[in-house]
Antibody
Framework: QVQLQESGPGLVKPSQTLSLTCTVS??????????WSWIRQHPGKGLEWIGY???????YYNPSLKSRVTISVDTSKNQFSLKLSSVTAADTAVYYC?????????????????WGQGTLVTVSS | QSALTQPASVSGSPGQSITISCTGT?????????VSWYQQHPGKAPKLMIY???KRPSGVSNRFSGSKSGNTASLTISGLQAEDEADYYC???????????FGGGTKLTVL
């Protein structure tokens, strides 16, 4: 079964760029049929969708973060990545990667399964 | 402020049924049968419980069911068990921009 694992620095300084990678095992990103997503959760708060990428490189971002977000894919490593620039304390959150199987099942993105375990990123000097 | 509105908390006794509502708009919940629900226990990643409004992934108990009417979706948990105590989030596809919207989450307490 497909498993996802986030990795990256747990501490980022204000104004710098947050960089995380999600490694996919048990399935190939390049097989198509799925969107690969980043979602975050501020401490004690709800979930916020950050964006999607398809294996072809097509990306879709949350309009509220679009100016600072870049999601990329490396099919040779079976990984996809998140970069969030100009971070502030408000970007402190647990960051999850997840697969959206909607395309394969319903012809459109629509839900998230499975999820990675999440990684806490703290923005602080 | 979340795009989808959920009650902050609900509670029920073991064996009872509870329903969590999720209200959106005609641009998200009302337009697409792509509402999903997630269960999150403290310190854990969310787990998919319902997708496409009312479908259950393999392995999810049939005590969990979903429905939708107009701009409001609902998650019903029957035969409440202690292990159901968790946070529940609804989510809807919202078309082109913002694409995906989540609810603010509902804390379920099993009394």
């Amino acid at each position: 079964q497909v498993q996802l694992q986030e990795s990256g620095p747990g501490l980022v300084k204000p104004s710098q760029t947050l960089s995380l990678t999600c490694t996919v095992s048990g399935g190939s990103i390049s097989s198509g049929g799925y969107y690969w997503s980043w979602i975050r959760q501020h401490p004690g708060k709800g979930l916020e969708w950050i964006g999607y990428i398809y294996y072809s490189g097509s990306t879709y971002y949350n309009p509220s973060l679009k100016s600072r977000v870049t999601i990329s894919v490396d099919t040779s490593k079976n990984q996809f990545s998140l970069k969030l620039s100009s971070v502030t304390a408000a970007d402190t959150a647990v960051y999850y990667c997840a697969r959206d199987p909607g395309i394969a099942v319903a012809g459109t993105p629509g839900w998230f399964d499975p999820w990675g375990q999440g990684t806490l990123v703290t923005v602080s000097s | 402020q979340s795009a989808l509105t959920q009650p902050a908390s609900v509670s029920g006794s073991p064996g009872q049924s509870i329903t969590i509502s999720c209200t959106g708009t005609s641009s998200d919940v009302g337009s697409y049968n792509l509402v999903s629900w997630y269960q999150q226990h403290p310190g854990k990643a969310p787990k998919l419980m319902i997708y496409e409004v009312s479908k259950r992934p393999s392995g999810v108990s049939n005590r969990f069911s979903g429905s939708k009417s107009g701009n409001t979706a609902s998650l019903t948990i029957s035969g409440l068990q202690a292990e159901d105590e968790a946070d529940y989030y609804c989510c809807s596809y919202a078309g082109s921009s913002p694409y995906v919207v989540f609810g603010g989450g509902t804390k379920l307490t099993v009394l």
